[in-house]
């Protein structure tokens, strides 16, 4: 084995807390790193999904790094690693360099480019059904999960919940966690009455076993919806049927399309064969997690990006003849704000 190969199997078991090695330098032509998040969210069950279908269907072997964002974006710029799925309300504060991540890469932002969007993302604030809180006004003066340090995708939809119903960090009792996972075991475990749920998440099927869980509605009027977007722009209503955890009735949710990223400088051939796997086989995706069922080639190249795709993704989108002149404009848009 070569001494890259070596670094990178040192970093993933200092990541996974095994032991403290080095961490790699670049990522290896046959070893790709893609970035996810913690255990017991979606984006990890996700990328875990992702990483196989890959792996299965290429001469790469994909490792995930259990880290949000926050850890992985700075990682496209030193090559540690070569993709990253993210919410794009997250991606896009880090791209330009926004709070919490101003100042990133001397106030540059970290450098990244859209792979593909994928599946549409689920999430309201989530109670125990036992505690009888109907809307997230209810919610005023009481304890709510909206600071996740790191996890600034987190925080970002917890205070857009908030600001649909009209209400600001100013109104509630806040409580700090450092991951999505831990906002809802704050809620199961009693130290807080609200936290941001993401419909399909194992932690959050862990709560509902435990005392019920449900997400509570939000108000899809373009009024609200208008104060959700001031928070982060990506978030659109979605109107959920009866039947996931937590959703006992048609809801209204708030929504994203997950997005796959690339550091720029990834070797063009290699990201080529992730685009070829992903849509070739996008059929293995959900037989693995239903979360991913909507991740389909059909809304790959979407002009709700947020930040302008890669080269070889609009060249590979342009062979599939799905590469649009919207998407053209969109892109055009992106890259001249």
């Known amino acids: 084995m070569n001494k890259n190969k070596t670094k990178k199997r040192e970093m993933f078991k200092w990541m996974a807390g095994i032991t403290i090695g ?19 969210s979606v984006f990890y069950t996700q990328a875990q999904a992702l990483a196989a279908t890959i792996t299965k269907h290429t001469e790469h072997r994909v490792d995930v790094l259990p880290q949000a964002g926050t850890v992985f974006f700075p990682m496209f710029g030193s090559q540690e690693v070569d993709l990253g799925i993210a919410s794009p309300v997250e991606a896009k504060l880090a791209y330009d ?54 996890f600034a995708g987190a925080t970002k939809t917890s205070l857009a919940a908030l600001a649909n119903a009209g209400l600001t960090e100013d109104d509630i009792r806040i409580v700090r966690v450092s991951s999505y996972p831990e906002g809802v075991r704050a809620v199961m475990e009693g130290r807080a009455d609200a936290a941001v749920g993401s419909v399909g998440s194992g932690i959050l099927q862990e709560l509902d076993a435990a005392s019920g869980a449900r997400l509570l509605p939000i108000d899809p009027s373009p ?31 708030l929504s994203y399309a997950t997005t796959l990223y690339a550091r720029p400088d990834m070797d063009e051939q290699n990201l080529r064969n992730v685009l070829n796997a992903l849509w070739d086989h996008a059929g293995d995706l959900p037989e693995i997690t239903r979360t991913l069922s909507t991740w389909t080639p059909e809304g790959y190249a979407h002009a709700d990006a947020v930040i302008p795709f890669h080269d070889v993704a609009i060249e590979f989108y342009k062979e599939k003849g799905v590469w649009t002149d919207a998407l053209e404009a969109r892109q055009a848009e992106l890259l001249n704000p």
């Not at 080095?22 to 017991?40: E, R």
């Open 223 to 253: 009024e609200a919806m208008a104060r959700s977007q001031a928070v982060g722009a990506a978030f659109v209503p979605h109107q959920s049927d009866a039947g996931p955890v937590g959703i006992s009735e048609p809801t209204y949710v």
């Open 97 to 150: 360099a926004e709070a919490p991540f101003s100042g990133a890469n001397g106030g540059n932002g970290y450098d990244m480019k859209t792979v593909m969007l994928g599946s549409i993302n689920l999430l309201s604030l989530v109670t125990r059904e036992s505690d009888n809180i109907e809307s997230i006004s209810d919610l005023r003066g009481r304890r709510v999960v909206a600071d996740y340090g790191a």
């Open 22 to 40: 080095a961490m790699a330098t670049a990522a290896t032509a046959d070893i790709l790193v893609l970035g996810g998040n913690p255990p017991g």
